[in-house]
């Protein structure tokens, strides 16, 4: 039996070869590197798995010491936050660029690659490509799929959430 993070690396994989088929097919495709956009405008606090967690405080763990208090500094200010839209407490809003992109939750993988047409979970440019009715230049895919196969990956929280019940809020060299 496989465990959850054999499931997670097998669907992280899935996604990779869907994100690399669509920018190989369109070269015009707007989520790449550098393009920061819906990081700057979360509708909600992400949230994740057990295993997804465990993956992104790998990353949070070997963050270096003055960078992860402005990680801790940005999730205590985003979990209170009633204003929308949000920004990520993982984006260096300066280099626009995530702190942790290789330990990123699924989600931020496939935002902008699998979206839910009856859920308008895209960003602003694709949904203006949408509204004129360029929908040929748009990829759908089945972000629902995606959705069944984290079912299985333990409990799903907020990223706050997460965050303030299981790091320590301490440096990391101060951490175990």
Same mark, same amino acid.
């Given at each position: 039996?496989?465990?959850? %993070?054999?499931t997670l690396a097998q ?13 190989? !097919?369109?070269?015009? *495709?707007?989520?790449?590197? !550098? ?5 700057? +405008? ?12 465990? &993956? ?7 963050? #270096? ?6 990680? &801790? ?30 330990? +990123?939750?699924? =989600?931020? +993988?496939?935002?902008? $690659? ?12 694709? %949904?203006? &490509?949408?509204?004129? !009715?360029? *929908?040929?230049?748009?990829? *759908?895919? @089945? ?9 299985g990956l333990g409990d ?5 959430? *997460? $965050? ?5 809020? =301490?440096? #990391? @060299?101060? &951490?175990?």
């Open positions: 039996m496989e465990n959850g %993070e054999d669907l992280d994989h899935a996604i990779e070869m869907r994100v690399s088929a669509i920018r190989a !097919g369109h070269p015009d *495709w707007l989520c790449r590197m !550098g393009c920061d956009g819906c990081c700057r +405008r979360l509708a909600e606090i992400p949230t994740l798995t057990a295993v997804e967690w465990q &993956r992104m405080k790998t990353g949070l763990d070997g963050l #270096p010491a003055s960078v992860f208090a402005t990680v &801790r500094q940005n999730i205590s200010a985003l979990a209170v936050e009633t204003d929308r839209p949000l920004v990520c407490p993982l984006l260096d809003q300066d280099a626009g660029a995530c702190m942790v992109y290789e330990h +990123r939750p699924t =989600a931020c +993988r496939t935002y902008g $690659f699998y979206v839910q047409r009856d859920k308008g979970l895209y960003c602003k440019a694709i %949904e203006a &490509r949408v509204a004129d !009715g360029d *929908w040929n230049t748009v990829v *759908w895919g @089945n972000q629902d799929s995606i959705d069944r196969r984290l079912a799903t929280k907020a990223l706050t959430e *997460w $965050f303030t019940t299981v790091v320590t809020l =301490a440096a #990391p @060299n101060d &951490r175990g």
